[in-house]
């Protein structure tokens, strides 16, 4: 049974910064990341990094969204800088084993505004 834990969400001024936090228990990674969906839009992608390290992030996100893990850990990290209300949404954790079967966890709410 695989299990995420998210942290770190909450309110932030526009240009603040927050760091995101994921634990996964119960299997190994080969994909951790997040993902987002603000209210009235679908789920996008925010970053992804893989086992080896490489990493992949969303258009939007680029500069400002930096993803880190920790693999001993089972952790991934997103540190979240200068804040957007634009970023205003619940972000979802995701894992995905080396079978490549993919769970998220129960997101966390982020909202930046003034």
């Known amino acids: 049974q695989v299990q995420l834990v998210e942290s770190g969400g909450g309110l932030v001024q526009p240009g603040g910064s927050l760091r995101l936090s994921c634990v996964v228990s119960g299997n190994i990674f080969s994909v951790m990341g997040w993902d987002r969906q603000a209210p009235g839009k679908e789920r996008e992608l925010v970053a992804s990094?893989?086992?080896?390290?490489?990493?992949n992030y969303g258009d939007s996100v680029k500069g400002r969204f930096t993803i880190s893990r920790d693999i001993a850990k089972n952790m991934v990290y997103l540190q979240m800088n200068s804040l957007k209300p634009e970023d205003t949404a619940v972000y979802y954790c995701?894992?995905?084993?080396?079978?490549?079967?993919?769970?998220w966890g129960q997101g966390t709410q982020v909202t930046v505004s003034s």
């Open positions: 995701r894992f995905t084993a080396l079978n490549s079967r993919t769970w």
């Open positions: 990094i893989s086992r080896d390290g490489s990493t």
